[in-house]
């Protein structure tokens, strides 16, 4: 009887560990990679001012101030 209970108790030590590194390396995954949705986003963020802006009147207004000048 002794025996399968200290069974049982590695058996669930070697679970616990199982499921924690199982977790830890699910969110370092996570972590590091970026959503299809996101893309632009983490661009900007890595390099700001590297997207033009979405304003696109904007955007033509200072060509146009870019190209006089």
């Known amino acids: 009887m002794e025996k399968s209970n200290r069974n049982r108790r590695v058996f669930i030590i070697v679970f616990i560990a199982f499921v924690s590194l199982f977790a830890y390396i699910s969110y ?3 972590s590091r990679t970026t959503a299809p949705w996101n893309k632009s986003k983490q661009l900007d963020r890595a390099l700001p001012g590297a997207l033009p802006d979405s304003d696109s009147l904007k955007l ?3 060509l146009k101030d870019a ?3």
């Open 28 to 30: 370092d995954m996570s």
């Open 67 to 69: 190209e006089s000048n």
């Open 60 to 62: 033509d207004s200072l």
